[in-house]
């Protein structure tokens, strides 16, 4: 498979982490780089090793994560959203937002958006693809579109006012309906 063909599949991939760090930069409006450069760290290292983790595992538990990917990434997401919501609702005008950035938080997040990516590392693997160079484009491209996202939520948070974590939670269990559903109706 040619380079642009694994940017293309990265940038599908990415869709979630961006929405995902859409609402982290929303949520966290005063996130430092470092923070964000670790949250894309994460979110990158994520995408790319459930793609490689794909394709070296998945012929020995692929019809087991295939059937149950769909509900994992919604528990997931919609546990986080839920909490953000829940958060942002009871909060107190001059409460500090929880830190979505905090390890537990971020690997949930994580493991959530990057379930698709396994998926794509199975077919890779079908596919007797490179996998360490399309693991590498993978990690970047979603790096890169991580910290994009967290610099626009970041703007945007500050426009937004005390409830924004109800926004953030919002879109997280946006993408676990939609990742359910696109599993679900396939």
């Not at 994992?72 to 009871?90: D, P, Q």
């Not at 924004?164 to 559903?181: M, P, R, S, W």
Request: net charge positive.
């Amino acid at each position: 498979m040619d380079f642009l063909t694994i940017f293309l599949i990265a940038l599908g991939l990415s869709f979630d982490t961006f929405a995902v760090s859409l609402s982290f930069g929303v949520v966290q409006n005063k996130i430092l780089f470092w923070q964000a450069s670790r949250v894309a760290i994460v979110l990158a290292i994520f995408q790319a090793g459930m793609t490689v983790m794909g394709y070296f595992l998945g012929s020995l538990v692929s019809d087991f994560i295939m059937s149950a990917d769909h509900w994992v990434a919604l528990v997931l997401l919609c546990f986080l959203g839920i909490r953000m919501i829940v958060e942002g609702i009871t909060r107190k005008e001059n409460g500090k937002p929880r830190d979505y950035t905090r390890t537990r938080e971020l690997i949930t997040v994580a493991i959530g958006t990057s379930i698709d990516a396994f998926a794509v590392g199975i077919s890779f693997g079908l596919l007797k693809m490179q996998i360490w160079f399309s693991g590498v484009i993978i990690g970047a491209v979603t790096f890169i579109a991580s910290m994009t996202a967290i610099r626009i939520g970041k703007s945007a948070g500050t426009r937004l006012g005390q409830r924004v974590e109800v926004v953030g939670g919002l879109i997280l269990i946006a993408i676990g309906v939609k990742i359910f559903l696109e599993h679900m109706l396939d």
